[in-house]
């Protein structure tokens, strides 16, 4: 689990971490699976789609992909870590939460939301109620100045991840962005099809290798 370097007495992740992921990798490859749902979009809305996961009281960056439209919103690159809330995706997740666990959450991460422009606590539980009205969450400028994004969460029962689509606020005017949403619950429901689909293949190949 761990090594440790004789000369510095520094200690380092071990080999047993690596195989332990190798093993774990087939069973939490979202990113992978999302691929295709993440392009389909890019090339629908030729803006950048956003793969989000959340850990504990984090959205992080999964997977990207980028549409054609000459001007792109960049705002994240894969990896990034940002408290649930900040960004569309993280909001995405907080609508789809039940109530008190979204408050919980915004509440556990209060004190870091004031290094991101316009961010508070109340601030995100107006978002937060007028994504569940929606159906989708939606931010304009309140990270970087200009642009603009709407998210959706997954799966429905336990809403781990969310797809969102980022661009310059002029492309996200209320009847295009209507219209993206619809396209994205679309993709979403395929998308939570194809991952239960995955799932029960992946519990059977384990299933078979314990047998065996």
Known sequence: MLDRDPHSKKYFLGPLLHELGLLARPRYRLAELCDATLQRLAEFTQDTVYLSERSGLEAVCANRALGDFPIKSLS?????????????????????????????????????????????????????????????????GAVTPGTASIGVAFPPDNPVAAISVAAIAGRLLPERRQEIA?????????????????????DMAATDATQK
Do not use: W
């Open 76 to 140: 994240l690159d894969i990896g990034v870590r940002r408290p649930l809330g900040v960004g569309a995706g993280g909001l995405a997740i907080l609508c789809a939460l039940p109530a008190s666990e979204a408050h919980a959450l915004v509440e556990a991460n209060a004190h870091r939301y004031e290094k991101f422009a316009s961010f508070t606590a109340d601030f995100l539980y107006g978002a937060i109620a007028e994504g569940r009205k929606r159906g989708y969450s939606f931010l304009e």
């Open 182 to 202: 619809r396209q994205m619950h679309r993709e979403v429901e395929k998308l939570v099809v194809a991952l239960a689909a995955a799932k029960v293949s992946g």
